[in-house]
Structure formats: C-alpha cells, structure tokens
C-alpha cells in the first residue's frame, strides 16, 4: 500500500477560512514571485519549472519501508535547499495547482489551504530553520547536512500544525482540537524521519557531484565534498 | 516500473465535443470553482441539497463520458480524509446517540457526513474540469483569470516537461532493475536517492538548456500563448449556468421543506 | 553584398581557465551551406553558442548579417540566426507545436494574422502542418527534429545553424530531415561529426580542432584528404567509402 498524500479535499475546511487562505498564500507567492526574480532574472521560468517537474517526479518515487508500505517524499525542505526559498516556493506551489487542475488532486477551493501548508510553511519554514541551523552547526560538510536533516524532518510536522490550525478555525467542531493537533503531528513526527533521510540522501548526492547546483551550499566557502 | 506510478504521465484529457466541453477554459475554470464554492458553503445537514448536488454531479460524469476506472482512481486520493471522516463519530463530541447498534457522537456523525459529500463532489467536479479540457487550455484560462503571468510561465514548463523527466525517471529505474536491484526497504533508500539527485542535475541542466533555446529566440520574459480564443455572451451565459442551479437547489428545497 | 557570417580571429577561454577557441577565422556568403567538422570537445558547441551571442567574447569578431554580435544588439542578431540546439526537447518548451513555433516570431513583435502564416509558412517547409496543434511528446524524434527547424525558420532567420542535425535519427527521419534542408533557401551552417550528412548537405566544410580552425575547403576534397581526417580524428563510418557518395545535387 502505497500512503497517499495529504492534499486537502473541498469541503473539509469552511469556506470563508479557505478563502482566507486563499489569500494569505496568494500573498507570500506573490512575494516568492518577486524574490524568485531578483535571484534568477528571467531564468526563473524554465529553472522553476524544471525544479517542479523535478519533485513531481521525486513525490512518484515509492521508498519501501516494510511489509508492502512504502512512503514517499513531500519535497518542500529538498526544494528549498536545492534551488532557494522563493524559487522552491513557486516550484511546490506549481506542484500544488498542477495536481488539483490536471490530476484532480487536490480541492480547487482548497488551494489556498494546501498552498498555505506544503509550500509556506513546509518550504519556506524549512529554509529559515536550514538557515538558522546552519549558523549554529559546524561548518563543514557534516553540520551541513545535520541542519538539512532537522529543517526536513520539522518541516513535515510543521505542515502538519498549520493543518490543525486551519481546523481549528474552519473545521468541524465535532471532535475537540487537542484529540486532532496530537494526531496529526503523532503521525507526522514519524512521517517526517523518511522526509529527512531521503531529502538528506538526495542532497548529499547532489553535492558530491554539483555543489554549485546546490542553493543552500552557495555561500559556504569550505569543502562539503566528501 | 515497480517503484513508479505511471498513471500520471500523460494527464487525464479526453478529446468529445458538447456545449460545457467546449465552453472557453476561463469560463469553465470559474464556473466549476463558483460552483465547488457554493456546495462548501452549503451547510452538512441540509441533506436535500447535497443529494441534489451529487445528482448534478453524476448526470455531468455520465453527459461527459468521464471513465469510470478513472473516477476510482481520484477516490484512491481521498483516503486519509474518509479515514477522518469515519473516525470523527467515533470520536466525536458528545451527545451520542444509537446508530445501527453502535453509540456514536451526533456531530461526529454530521461532521463526516459533511467531509464526504463535499471532498467527493470537489473531486469529481475537478475530474469534470480536467477531462473536459486539455492541460495548455487550463494555462490560457488561468492566464485569463488574471493569474501571475510567471506562475503561468512555471506551469507550462511543468506541463511540458513531465512526460520527459518521468520517462528518465523510468529509464533509471530499468537500468537498476536490469542490474539485479530490487528496492525492498530503507536499505536501498540510498540508491533511490542518488537516481534522484541524478534526476536533479539532469532536471537542472536541462532548465538551463531551455533557458538557452528561449534566449537564441529572443525571449524577453513573455510567453505567448497563440489561441486567442473568442468568448460569446452565450458562453458568459453558459458559464454561469453551475454556480445558478447550485443556488437554485438551496433556494428550490429551502422554500419545499418550509 | 554582406556576408552572411564573419567570424575574425575569435577566441574564448572558459572561466576555468580552459582554452576553447584559438583564433577563429571564417566567413559564409549568403546562400552558402557549410559544415563545420570535428571530433568531440574540438569547440564546435563552443563556436555555435557565439553566433548569438549566448557566449560573448572580447577577443574577436563576429558578424551576422553585417551586425556585430555584441551585447547591445542582441535582439537583431538573435532575429537573424536561428539556432538549431541538438535535443529538440530542449528546443521545444511549450505545450503545443503551434505555440512553439509562434514563440520566436511573437518575441520579435509578431501577431495576429501574421504570425498565423509565419507559422502555418515554417511548418510547411518541414512538412509537419498537421501537428501543429499537437503536444511536442506525441511526435516522433525525428517530427520533433524538424519542429525545432520550423521554430527558427518561423523567425526567418539570414543563417540556419544546425548543432548535430543527423543525431539520433533513424535513416528514414534522417533522410526526410536532409530532403528539408536542401529544400531551403536560406544560409545553413552546420555543426557536425556525421561525415556523409555533411557531404550530401553542404559543398564547403571546415575543420575545427583544439579551438583552430584547421582546414577549409570542399567537403569531397577535405573528406578525401586521409591524413587530414587522420590527425583529427575524422572518419566515414565502417566500410563506407567517399566514391559511395554521390556527387553534390
């Protein structure tokens, strides 16, 4: 079995709080839209878009975990470090609109929800806890890569608060919140140790090879190469 | 290709002609979306309403000729929120009351109802939309809608490229399967991994070869989309026709059940 | 009347220190075909990426069409050379076939009707008018090929620079893509290691290797020439032999 993702359905936040939402992520991409452009000029299209299709393709990639499971990467945390915050931004978020307009993956009036979820908080959080880790961790090629670790692995239980924050304003007050906020990030603090070992695994595979390619690593002056 | 979906590659367009198909990708977008809006907006236990609505959306499935085999697919994604759905009468607030022999919360019980009608009238009203128009023509309408131009520009790439990336996506995953690897748990994690990374450099090389091609054509940081597709009042008209009957179905049982 | 391209003793070191070309010297007439020949790594992609100015060099000239490629006149000469890119999935980044081809023409202040039969135009002359609305993954390699030739003949470009124009293309794709070509009326100038596509194509080649344009002359005469072929490592494939070829058309 394979465990789906966790796009947000139409209808399970009420709709004045996913409009809120709506615009709260229209917000920072707009933001992303300008930051992206200071950074790559009118390279950012082509770039953005190929790092999209790239954790497209990375989410499509089963890792077997045990007895026929197998869980697969979410991307925010890789993207972030890979190709920077604001390009990595719009990369998920494409993701995102992408796979609720072509797969119907995803609710259309939702959109903001998700957005909001796996490219503000899970991206762009994952970026500001790297950095700051970096600035803490040793400089070398092992703090790099804890620091990477630790932002994807929070990431992922971080998505998962700004989830039990939006049911709090918008879901159904059947069940008490605290029942919700302790399973949701239960599951997702275990969720989050695959996101950190496969996005650690990928991005120590790409320095290897092509350290420049890798965002995060563009003002480190000492040898992450092994 | 074990450790690959490959449903998504080629998107899910299928080419028929009626009315709504053709109706311009802005319209329709817009029309779908007012129209998922107003069932959201409807509240759980106006039951009436919601039955009218899945009605609406089944006879749309069937006028459209959605596949069936595809409507069980996108189900497959709802999962973890049917899973909520059914644990919230369980665990619901209280009161409870009987239901089938079983002791179960009340709004639990209305609160799950209220997630699956609307999360499975929202996928099925996208199968309708992304069946019944071709991916470039969703691009044209959200440039339409007034969409940021740039997050257009990012969606075509990703449009255009998801066929090549997954397909050396697969080609690796062939050339490890051809020499004995089998991904059975964490251990190979490492090597799925590195295909990734390799994935990564390629993906990014290409982003850059692309940007070359786009350069040696004089691009300047526009991308003409070529249609110029021409909207009638009678597709306006059409186009309002979702969001209407999805009034008109509170508006018709609201004054029925008074 | 100008030549179509001059190139005056260019040369271009990489930031990384390693010399690419040595003194380039060459000149194209308009309506020439020529092929430039060379091993791998001999500085062929190098040459072609500053023939639009994607790669600027100080030391030296280059003219398209009488203009110098410099970096305030990009736009004229990016309008006047079309450049062929070896993978036409890197060439062809939009949706649909049509869009792709419109892509250069509406950059260059292109619209309306206009870039309908500049379109409609490019896709006749490599006989893909059928697919134009057809996304560029539902066609074969070598329709793709042909596609990319139409995004830059749609530009009506003075010189057609092809990178590798036979590579990976079945002999019926290859064919029919050389049948295109010497339909054109348009300079080409053609990048290639392929021996015998360069001489059923082009009457003049030049030989580039190490950077330095070593020999430049009559395809038949420079292909004829072992020792010179030998020492740049240049060579018809196995059994095949230049009288095989027939004379130009």
Known sequence: MKIPQMHIPDGFINAPVSV??????????????????????EKVAPLAGLAAVFIFAMQMINFPVAAGTS?????????????????????????????????????????????FNMS???????????????????KNRIGFLSATALAAYLSVPISAIGFTLQFALGGTAAITLDKVLVAMVGV??????????????????????????????????????? | MGEIQSHISVGIYEHRHNWFHELPSHIKIASVFSFVLVVVLTPGYFFQAHLSYALIVISLLIWNKVPLGLIRKRLIIEIPFVLFAFFLPIFGTDPRIDFFGLRLSEPGLWAGWNILIKATIGVMMSLILSSTTPQRELL???????????????????????????????????ARESRCFEAKGPKQWGVLARSGGALFIRSYERGERVHMAMLSRGYTGQLPLTTRQISSRQDYINGTLLPLVAVAVILIWSVFLK | ?????????????????????????????????????????????T????????????????????????????????????????????????TTVRDDVAFGPANIGISGSELDERVNFALDQV???????????????????????????????????????????????????????????????????????????????????????????????????????????????????????????
């Open chain 1, 20 to 41: 809120l939402f709506l615009a709260i992520s229209a917000f920072f991409v707009f933001l992303a839209l300008r930051g992206a452009k200071n950074q790559l000029d």
């Open chain 1, 71 to 115: 869980g697969h990467l979410i991307g925010g945390a890789l993207a972030a470090i890979l190709i920077g915050p604001w390009a990595g931004v719009l990369a998920v978020t494409v993701v995102l609109i992408v796979q609720a307009l072509v797969f119907a993956d995803g609710g259309l009036t939702a959109m903001g929800l998700n957005v």
């Open chain 1, 120 to 138: 503000i908080l899970a991206t762009l959080g994952a970026w500001y806890i790297f950095r700051f880790l970096q600035k803490i961790l040793p």
């Open chain 1, 188 to 226: 997702h603090s275990v969720i989050g140790i695959g996101e950190a070992i496969i996005t650690v695994l990928t991005i120590s595979a790409v320095l290897s090879v092509r350290k420049d390619l890798v965002y995060g690593a563009s003002n480190s002056k000492v040898s992450l190469i092994k």
């Open chain 2, 140 to 174: 044209v309408g959200l440039e339409k809608l007034k969409f940021p131009k740039l997050l257009v520009q990012i969606m075509s790439f990703m449009i255009r490229y998801t066929v090549v990336v997954t397909e050396e996506l697969k080609r690796m995953a062939i």
């Open chain 3, 1 to 45: 009347m100008t030549n179509a391209l001059e190139i005056k003793s260019l040369s271009f070191s990489y930031p990384d220190g390693r010399q690419a070309l040595n003194s380039v010297n060459i000149e194209i007439k308009r309506g020439e075909r020529v092929a430039l020949l060379g091993p791998n790594g001999a500085g062929k992609t």
């Open chain 3, 47 to 94: 040459l072609v990426m500053h023939l639009n100015g994607i790669l600027l060099s100080d030391d030296g000239e280059v003219k398209v069409a009488g203009i110098n490629v410099e970096k305030n006149n990009l736009f004229e000469v990016r309008k006047r050379v079309g450049l062929v890119f070896q993978d036409p999935d890197d060439q062809l980044f939009m």
């Open chain 3, 127 to 249: 006989k893909m008018q059928d697919f134009a609305d057809r996304p560029p993954h539902h066609l074969s390699f070598g329709q793709r090929r042909r596609v990319a030739v139409a995004t830059v003949l749609a530009m009506k470009p003075d010189i057609l620079v092809l990178d590798e124009p036979s590579s990976n293309l079945d002999p019926a794709s290859r064919r029919e893509l050389a049948e295109i070509l010497l339909s054109l009326d348009v300079t080409i100038f053609m990048v290639t290691h392929d021996l015998p596509y360069a001489l059923e194509i082009c009457p003049r080649a030049a030989i580039l290797n190490d950077g330095k344009i070593v020999a430049d002359g009559s395809t038949r005469e420079l292909l004829g020439d072992d020792e010179l072929m030998t020492s740049n490592r240049l060579e018809l494939p196995f059994g095949m032999h230049l009288d095989h070829i027939p004379h130009h058309r």
